[in-house]
């Protein structure tokens, strides 16, 4: 398992997972240690590393994890109610803005990376999705006090479609994005 791991770039990752976590505990402010909390944030650090360190084996994790945040936040997440919990740390976000914001940390990342994969006609394999919602679960499991209930970091929001839509669209991405690849190389 250890050696699949470091194939699939998940040895880096866990490096990222450990410095998102000791960046939280050092946060002094509300809103620093909220923004460690967010696991799109967390996806967003795997990004950055990703591109920072060369970390090109994370793609297929990075894109089944990028939709699957996409879709949870889009079915199940109220934007103006995370909208009103950044502003009660003292952002003073719009509407516009934070729907701009929206965009760039969760549709140019889930875009980004189906791009990436499908450009160089990546295969994703099956466990990225094992992975994606391991560390989904363990980061809820963490700063949720070891519940699956996000409503502390994200504000009132169905827990049950949140999870239910994450985890169907990790599932389903590696074998939408293999029937595409294997199209475009002519794979049967």
């Known amino acids: ?78 934007p103006e109610e995370v909208r009103r919990k950044m502003n009660a740390m003292g952002l003073n976000i719009t509407k516009n803005q934070y ?9 140019l990342p889930a875009a980004w990376t189906i791009h990436t ?3 160089k006609k990546k295969r994703i394999p099956l466990r990225s999705s094992m992975y994606a919602i391991g560390l989904s679960f363990a980061c809820a499991a963490y700063h949720c006090g070891f519940s699956l209930d996000a ?13 239910m839509a994450y985890v169907s669209s990790v599932i389903a991405t590696p074998c939408i994005i293999n029937s595409i690849t294997d199209h475009m190389t002519g794979v049967s």
């Open 117 to 119: 994969c499908l450009s």
């Open 1 to 78: 398992m250890c050696k699949r791991m470091k194939r699939d770039g998940i040895d880096g990752g866990l490096a990222v997972i450990l410095a998102l976590v000791l960046a939280k505990r050092m946060s002094k402010s509300e809103l620093s240690k909220w923004s460690f909390t967010a696991y799109t944030n967390w996806n967003l650090a795997f990004i950055v590393a990703r591109h920072a360190f060369g970390m090109h084996r994370l793609d297929p994790f990075l894109c089944v994890n990028s939709v699957g945040i996409l879709v949870a936040y889009t079915l199940a997440i109220n």
């Open 151 to 163: 409503r502390r970091v994200y504000g009132h929001h169905n827990i049950k479609n949140a999870w």
């Open 99 to 107: 729907q701009i914001a929206d965009i760039f940390t969760h549709t």
